[in-house]
């Protein structure tokens, strides 16, 4: 059995090569048993589990493959895709996962999650997540027609890229005091959001910093049961 790590693909039409990066792994994980955790910003921007596209329908026929061939895929929410549910996941049997997600592989407890929460110095940011992942906001937000969600989504980006420039790296990356509560309850921590693949030790734990999927390559994290804790390491995964 194999447990696959992987966040920040921002998938669209606009960049092909990242999507076929995707389709090959599904391909060579394929025959491993594996157990795929995808944690976050799967696509550049979700509009809706009703939204469909000819270049999307490529991803679910090769979800469908993986998992039929006795794999599991498992999924928690971004801030570029966080309105993605079941209903989409359903049409190959993937799971959704609660933002924050705990077990054991072996003896080591592990906790999963974007890494957008653990942000908690970019308050700004911090107050619109809280706002537009409001239970009863999605729900209006699903109900409006796609062509609007789609105009929103769009808004949403161009904004965040703005308020990007305006903020340190400081800001946007995680604040210690976060993950040190977060590691009260697992030996390992793993995330995405801010780009920055690398392991942090922290006495005996682990902060593993899964990194965004670039043209030529991504960084991710492969764990087998009888891994050693210690030898944990990302790995590049080239297409």
């Known amino acids: 059995m194999t447990y696959l790590f992987i966040s920040d693909l921002h998938l669209s039409p606009d960049h092909p090569r990242l999507v076929r990066g995707f389709l090959d792994l599904l391909t060579e994980y394929q025959d491993r048993n594996t157990h795929l955790y995808i944690l976050g910003d799967w696509f550049n921007a979700w509009i809706g589990d009703d939204y469909t596209s000819p270049w999307l329908d490529e991803i679910v026929i090769a979800l469908k493959q993986f998992t039929q061939a006795g794999n599991q895929v498992y999924f928690l929410v971004g801030n570029r895709d966080f309105a993605l549910g079941q209903d989409f996941l359903d049409q190959f049997s993937g799971q959704l996962l609660p933002e924050i997600a705990h077990f ?44 609007f969600r789609a105009r929103l989504a769009s808004g949403f980006r161009k904004k965040s890229h703005e308020a990007q420039q305006l903020k340190s790296y400081a800001v946007m990356d995680v ?19 801010t780009h920055r693949a690398a392991i942090h030790q922290a006495a005996n734990k682990k902060r593993i910093v899964l990194g965004d999927w670039k043209q030529e390559y991504a960084e991710i994290l492969e764990i087998k049961p009888d891994q050693n804790f210690d030898m944990l390491k990302l790995k590049k995964w080239r297409y």
Not at 113 to 141: M, N
Not at 175 to 193: C, M, P, R, W, Y
């Open 104 to 147: 054991n592989i072996g003896s080591t407890r592990y906790r999963i999650e974007h890494g957008d929460a653990l942000c908690t110095d970019d308050v700004s940011y911090q107050r619109f997540r809280k706002i537009i992942r409001h239970p009863w906001v999605l729900g209006v937000l699903r109900k409006m027609p796609l062509s």
């Open 175 to 193: 604040n210690a005091s976060a993950v040190e509560t977060a590691f009260k309850q697992a030996d390992v921590l793993i995330h995405g959001h």
